[in-house]
T-cell receptor, first 116, second 112 residues
Framework: GAVVSQHPSRVICKSGTSVKIECRSL??????MFWYRQFPKQSLMLMAT?????????EQGVEKDKFLINHASLTLSTLTVTSAHPEDSSFYIC????????????FGSGTRLTVV | GDSVVQTEGQVLPSEGDSLIVNCSYE??????LFWYVQYPGEGPQLHLK?????DKGRNKGFEAMYRKETTSFHLEKDSVQESDSAVYFC???????????FGTGTRLQVFP
């Protein structure tokens, strides 16, 4: 079946530094990737949608200069949290969708970001 | 816009109890409907899905019927087990959009 690998699973960084999170589709071509943010005991909030080779489309209220998304290939998308601050601490989850309709949406295992 | 409303908060049945977690949706399109399950510290996993009206999704004893007339996709199980404990999200995706719209999630805690 479809597998999406996301790493790191946990990262702690200092305030003001940047952190990159990778999301890879291992056995299918992900034409579209999604990035979500989840606060404790809450639902997933869609941050942005990216199509391979195109600029990401950000949801309202999400700062595109702070959350840089790159989707340079059909198997890899990255989210970079720039100049991280403690309020950026959260659980970030990617999801990928491929051209094969049976795959639907496959989620990565998430990244717990803690900014100190 | 598209939206999903599901049973809020948590559900606390005992092992062997029957379960219904309500999910209602609103959309102008003909959506596909999903239930995702999330365990602590992990990303959501697809639990079951239904792609069109009157389809029934099934997985591990859980069922959900896609009911267009009531715009609902309730999750049901005859007899829950402690291992079913997790957070369950109802979600939809429209034919004209590739986004998944999630409900707020329902925490299922089954007591032995």
């Amino acid at each position: 079946g479809a597998v999406v690998s996301q790493h790191p699973s946990r990262v702690i960084c200092k305030s003001g530094t940047s952190v990159k999170i990778e999301c890879r589709s291992l056995d299918f071509q992900a034409t579209t990737m999604f990035w979500y943010r989840q606060f404790p005991k809450q639902s997933l909030m869609l941050m942005a949608t990216s199509n391979e080779g195109s600029k990401a489309t950000y949801e309202q209220g999400v700062e595109k200069d702070k959350f840089l998304i790159n989707h340079a290939s059909l198997t890899l998308s990255t989210l970079t949290v720039t100049s991280a601050h403690p309020e950026d601490s959260s659980f970030y989850i990617c999801s990928a969708s491929g051209t094969e309709s049976n795959y639907g949406y496959t989620f990565g295992s998430g990244t717990r970001l803690t900014v100190v | 816009g598209d939206s999903v409303v599901q049973t809020e908060g948590q559900v606390l049945p005992s092992e062997g109890d029957s379960l219904i977690v309500n999910c209602s949706y609103e959309t102008t399109q003909y959506p596909s409907l999903f239930w995702y399950v999330q365990y602590p510290g992990e990303g959501p996993q697809l639990h079951l899905k239904a792609m069109k009206a009157n389809d029934k999704g099934r997985n591990k004893g859980f069922e959900a019927m896609y009911r267009k007339e009531t715009t609902s996709f309730h999750l049901e199980k005859d007899s829950v087990q402690e291992s079913d404990s997790a957070v369950y999200f109802c979600a939809l995706s429209g034919k004209n959009t590739d986004k998944l719209i999630f409900g707020t999630g329902t925490r299922l805690q089954v007591f032995p």
